[in-house]
């Protein structure tokens, strides 16, 4: 049900956009479609399939030098609201594996370990995706007043 929510939801949206967005806004919602009638034994194999055609359809599109992607503010917006949301989830579910367990200084020291790991790979994967190179300095690693922005 969720599935057919989001087609109907993108295709009405997909008619107030420019030309030049509709055929992939069509492609979307066919494939938002398609997931809402598979069979529920076979869902998880055709979202397998589909995850490895876009991880290859990915880096085949960022390997080029063509400009394949069109990046729009709707879309930068996009990554910005997929972030907080992958950012919240990891303090979400820290905070869920913490309800069912005792409250003794061990499983809270884990727990925040594990939001410092979590927060720590999205910090490093942006560093990846901002080109930064690493800077040797103590207090830059610390985040300390000698970072600067770029």
Known sequence: ??????????????????????RSTRVFVAGTAACA??????????WLLLDLVCLVGSSV???????VLTVTPALSECFGLFTIIVLGETVLGMVDGLAHMPADALTIAVGLAAVVIGLGAWWTYFDFVGHRPPRPSL???????SVICR
């Open 37 to 46: 009638v598979l069979p529920a034994d076979g869902r998880l194999t055709v």
């Open 61 to 67: 599109m960022f390997g080029t030098a063509a400009p």
């Open 139 to 145: 207090a830059a690693a610390a985040g300390g007043s």
């Open 1 to 22: 049900m969720l599935f057919a929510v989001l087609a109907l939801v993108w295709g009405l949206a997909g008619h107030g956009t420019s030309t030049q967005y509709r």
